[in-house]
């Protein structure tokens, strides 16, 4: 079945560091790729997503390419700040048995230190 | 404004003790589901609605039931909650299948089981 791996967390960065978060998906379809945020006591938010091959989404200097040579749609920002610590959270939607299905991966934990 | 609503945020109940966690959302939309969230396995989907009394089984359905009476609401049902059903659940609804949708998330409730 679909599923999605994202990088082992927590991840502990510095304030301006560049940010990457892998992820990578099995599929056995054209599934959309999505990057969710969780902020501390909040539900999910849309982070990005991606709907085919090539297609970059894009959001709060957030981005992520929908590689399919590579299975991957890594998540990267060049200066991250305080406020991006949060949750991250992977995923890919594909139809199974004509209904709309979300694959998550694990998460990752992300802390930014002043 | 466009939201989905859980209720209650925050229980603390005992084994055995029937309960049910309330989902409404103001969207219209058709694609209503529930996961639960734990550490380390990211969100699992419990159960899902792709229309009004249309229900379906999701990756961990066992111990929940589900009802869709209305468009607007889709309550999770816990006939005999057991300790392991502890955990962060969300509802989250969608317009009518698109893998490219994005899913809207409810801000979570958190469930614990004595």
């Known amino acids: 079945g679909d599923s999605v791996t994202q990088m082992e967390g927590p991840v502990t960065l510095s304030e301006e560091a560049f940010l990457t978060i892998n992820c990578t998906y099995t599929?056995?379809?054209?599934?959309?790729l999505f990057w969710y945020v969780q902020y501390p006591g909040e539900g999910l938010q849309l982070l990005l997503k991606?709907?085919?091959?090539?297609d970059k989404g894009s959001n709060k200097g957030f981005e992520a390419t929908y590689r399919k040579e590579t299975t991957s749609f890594h998540l990267e920002k060049g200066s991250v700040q305080v406020s991006d610590s949060a949750v991250y959270f992977c995923?890919?939607?594909?139809?199974?048995?004509?209904?709309?299905?979300?694959?998550f991966g694990q998460g990752t934990r992300l802390t930014i230190n002043p | 404004e466009a939201q989905v609503t859980q209720n209650p945020r925050y229980l603390i109940t005992v084994t055995g003790k029937k309960l049910t966690v309330t989902c409404s959302q103001n969207?219209?939309?058709?694609?209503m589901s529930w996961y639960r969230q734990d550490p380390g396995l990211g969100l699992r989907q419990i159960y899902y609605?792709?229309?009004?009394?249309?229900?379906d089984k999701g990756d961990v359905p066992e111990g929940y039931k589900v009802s869709r009476k209305e468009k607007r609401n889709f309550p999770l049902i816990l006939e005999s909650p057991s300790p392991n059903q502890t955990s962060l659940y969300f509802c989250?609804?969608?317009?009518?299948?698109?893998?490219?949708?994005?899913?809207?998330f409810g801000e979570g409730s958190w469930l614990t089981v004595v």
């Open positions: 989250a609804s969608s317009p009518r299948y698109s893998s490219g949708n994005t899913i809207y």
């Open positions: 599929a056995t379809g054209y599934p959309s």
């Open positions: 969207m219209n939309h058709e694609y």
């Open positions: 991606a709907t085919k091959a090539d």
């Open positions: 609605s792709m229309n009004v009394e249309v229900t």
């Open positions: 995923a890919l939607s594909d139809e199974v048995q004509g209904a709309q299905k979300l694959v």
